[in-house]
Every structure is written in C-alpha cells, then in structure tokens.
C-alpha cells in the first residue's frame, strides 16, 4: 500500500542528546514537509522540502536539521539546541501538481 | 502569515448535519481555503479545498461566502468517526512552495 511512514510511534531520549526522527513515502510525491504539534494546538511548520537535495525553513526551524539526499526520505534530526522538544512530530508529503498534502502517523517524542 | 479563525469547539446529535464556521477576513485572491481533521493521536486528514465556488465531495462540501472572508464545512450527516479536531486552513503561495497554515481548529463531538 502507498503511504507515508514514521518510526518509531514512540520516542523518549535524554535531555542534551540528538534525535533522528525517520518519514518514509512511497507515494512518489516531490514535497515533503516536518511539522511539530503542541498538546492542544495547531501544526507548525519546523522544514519542508519540494525537491530532493533542497530543502527551505519553516516557521520554527531553530533547534532543527533536515536532510534530502532521497525522494522518499525526509528525515529530521531534533538537535540539543532545540529548547523544548518533547512534542508530536508529523511528516507530510504532496504531489506536486496537486493541493492535498498526506500526514505519516506521527512520531510522539518525550525528552526526559 | 494568513489566518483563520474558528470556534474551540462544537457539539452534533449523530445522523444530523454539522455546519463548521471559518472566517478568514484577510484573505488574498489567490489564496485556497482547505480544511483537514485530525482524529486523536493520528495525523491529519485532507477533507475538502477550494477557491471560489462551492465544492462537493464525499466526504463534504465546502461553502464559500461571496467576498471569501468566511466559509462553512458541511458534513451532511454526521456519524461517530466524524468526531475529531477540524482546521481550516489557507493555503499560501510563497516562493514557489505551497505551505498550509494551521490554526487551532474546532473540536467537534458527535453524540450519539
């Protein structure tokens, strides 16, 4: 089936460390986007990327890196800079000829 | 950034028709209302998009007032999976990428 993945569901990690967060799609879509969700909120745009090896930031893209060396990959690395982590990160993508973006599952990341 | 603005929440009987408000009073001509739900702990999901005129699908139809600073998500008869968080979004063209902006959306629930 074609789709968007996230792994791990679940992800705790220690304050100070590095943390890689993977999105995979098979969807063959250009576009792929990171956002972060906060308990009660709305998405906020961390990366987003329309072709491979380019990517541009989003609106709270400090603390955050990306990288695009695939079309099917997109990951995002959650960085020791990034002040409050502990969040639900998504991954969407989008065909480029088309509005509709598709959401991965989410990653829920707690920094303890 | 564009903005919209809905109410927090919202309440349906099952089987009845729900009307979700939107108002996005600065919006700028070529920009797309769309609209997502978001089920608990679950990435979002594209509902419906437009422009300028009324749009259907199966899932809803979409509602554009005349001056498009409002417009109205119709779901015609709601059902218990119908219960989760609504966005309406705009969707902005900016450099070529075309990023959505999610509010807070309104969380609706559906009584049985």
């Known amino acids: 089936d074609g789709g968007i993945t996230q792994s791990p569901k679940y992800l705790f990690r220690k304050e100070g460390q590095n943390v890689t967060l993977s999105c995979e799609q098979n969807?063959?879509?250009?576009?792929m986007y990171w956002y972060r969700q906060d308990p009660g909120q709305g998405l906020r745009l961390i990366y987003y990327?329309?072709?491979?090896?380019?990517?541009q930031k989003g609106d709270i893209a400090e603390g955050y890196s990306v990288s695009r060396e695939k079309k099917e990959s997109f990951p995002l690395t959650v960085t020791s800079a990034q002040k409050n982590p502990t969040a639900f990160y998504l991954c969407?993508?989008?065909?480029?000829?088309?509005?509709?973006?598709?959401f991965g599952p989410g990653t829920r990341l707690t920094v303890l | 950034d564009a903005k919209t603005t809905q109410p927090n929440s919202m309440e349906s009987n099952e089987e009845e028709p729900v009307h979700l408000p939107c108002n996005h009073s600065?919006?700028?001509?070529?920009?797309?209302i769309h609209w997502y739900r978001q089920l608990p702990s679950q990435g979002p999901e594209y509902v419906i998009h437009?422009?300028?005129s009324n749009v259907n699908n199966r899932m809803a139809s979409l509602a554009i007032a005349e001056d498009r600073k409002s417009s109205t998500l119709i779901l015609h008869r709601a059902t218990l999976r119908d219960a989760a968080v609504y966005y309406c979004?705009?969707?902005?063209?900016?450099?070529?990428?075309?990023?959505?902006?999610f509010g807070t959306g309104t969380r609706l629930t559906v009584i049985p």
């Open positions: 969407a993508s989008r065909q480029d000829s088309y509005n509709e973006q598709f």
């Open positions: 969807l063959n879509h250009d576009a």
């Open positions: 990327s329309q072709i491979v090896n380019d990517f």
């Open positions: 600065t919006i700028s001509g070529t920009d797309y």
């Open positions: 437009g422009l300028t």
């Open positions: 979004i705009l969707r902005v063209y900016q450099t070529g990428a075309n990023n959505l902006f």
